[in-house]
């Protein structure tokens, strides 16, 4: 498991950096590299429950948001949002930005639930 923690830890520090260059990079950077920390301190056997359940409470409100945006790309086809950089429509941006925090979301849960086991 440390192996696959570092892993994670390695990925979200590598999601972060490439935000870098985004022009709301400052909203974006934050939550990949908290997420690359609690990977580290899970890779060191340091887990934080409290820290994950305020992250993933926080991530699922901002994903919420962004779920009419979601609504809009299934309704026009789920039309790809890999294609290239550069955004046709704004909600391909967003289904990006979506599927950014569901990624924190899904790794902060994980987190969470070894925390809560670990914790018993």
């Not at 490439?18 to 590299?33: E, F, I, K, R, T």
């Not at 580290?40 to 962004?66: D, I, N, P, R």
């Not at 779920?67 to 290239?84: L, R, T």
Request: proline letters at 5%; glycine letters at 4%; a positive charge.
């Amino acid at each position: 498991m440390k192996i696959f923690h570092y892993f994670l830890a390695f990925l979200f520090l590598v999601f972060a950096l490439v935000q870098y260059n985004d022009p709301d990079y400052y909203m974006w950077m934050p939550p990949y590299l908290l997420v690359a920390y609690i990977s580290l301190k899970a890779a060191l056997l340091k887990y934080h429950k409290l820290w994950c359940g305020m992250l993933l409470f926080l991530f699922g409100v901002w994903m919420s948001l962004y779920m009419p945006h979601i609504y809009q790309w299934f309704k026009d086809g789920m039309p790809s949002i890999a294609e290239s950089m550069k955004a046709e429509s704004p909600y391909i941006e967003l289904a990006r930005e979506f599927f950014g925090l569901l990624l924190c979301f899904i790794a902060t849960g994980y987190f969470f639930i070894l925390a809560s086991k670990s914790s018993k």
